[in-house]
């Protein structure tokens, strides 16, 4: 089945079946990257442009190497050494990538909305690869897919997300796909930490770890993001992690087989610990390598001629 968008900016938007297709097909996109002959021509003649204003290793790098294993050209942008930094809008920077022939700009963005204004600017396909506190879909799609690969369902699990969730893109793409697809969601951190009206998005707001772990069939750690706190919002680190850090002796409150992920980069002995995040409950790694395989997918979906026809 064909995206029926041209854009991928939240998984708010996205509807089950698209989801669907998305992680069935980056299913096939694995098996080309542990094929080890990774150049496949399903990105032939389509290039890819990464538009980064904010700082990344996986996001940026699994966009870049999954274009390059469909056999697409692709280029970075930064916002700091391009004319960015000279003051040149979003939309302008937008217009003079689609003008080079680009099939698809992957946008990151310290702005809730960024990457949406850019969408309406642009005949060429947008992904949102984070954009400020609202959504970072592939990140989430990646963590779908490595539920999907260890569980063999999404439906019916118990999935508890633990930390900073107020700042946190990634818990919101995943509240939104991870719910759509049938999973049950208990969240938990300190309470400066938690949303305003959460338990609207459909999701059990759990006042201890204890409560959010209880059950737990997937654990969602999330790097506590200092760099978007414009106020001290916990007492300190040592306060947070006594409270929640996923550890051995908390981990036990969870299912025996519960599968722990993280988005990384992750704050070790913060918000987990090193033992959990290189045990054997741990998919932190292969999440990083699911990374490309979805990001191929995505790449592929969105650049199919069926694709525009959908929309056009
Ligand atoms: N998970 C994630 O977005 O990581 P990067 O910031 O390294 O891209």
Redesign the pocket.
Known sequence: MALRRKDILGLKDLAPDEIDSILKTARTMKSIIISGNKKAPHLQGKSVVTLFY?????????FELACKYLGGASANLSSTGSSVAKGESLIDTGKAIEAMGTDVIVI?HPMSGAPHLLAKNVKASVVN??DGMNE?PT?ALLDMFTVLEKKNRISGLKVAIVGDIYHSR?ARSNIWGMTKMGAAIKVVGPATLLPPKLEQTGVKVCSSLEEALDGADVVIGLRIQLERQKKVLFPSIKEYSAHFELTEKTLKYANRDALVIH???INRGVEISSDIADGENSAINEQVTN?VAVRMALLYLLTRRDAYEAVN
Do not use: D
Not at 56 to 62: A, G, I, P, V
């Open positions: 904010e700082n990344s290793t996986r996001t940026r790098l699994s990151r690869a984070g970072h990140q990634v988005p990384g980069p990374g």
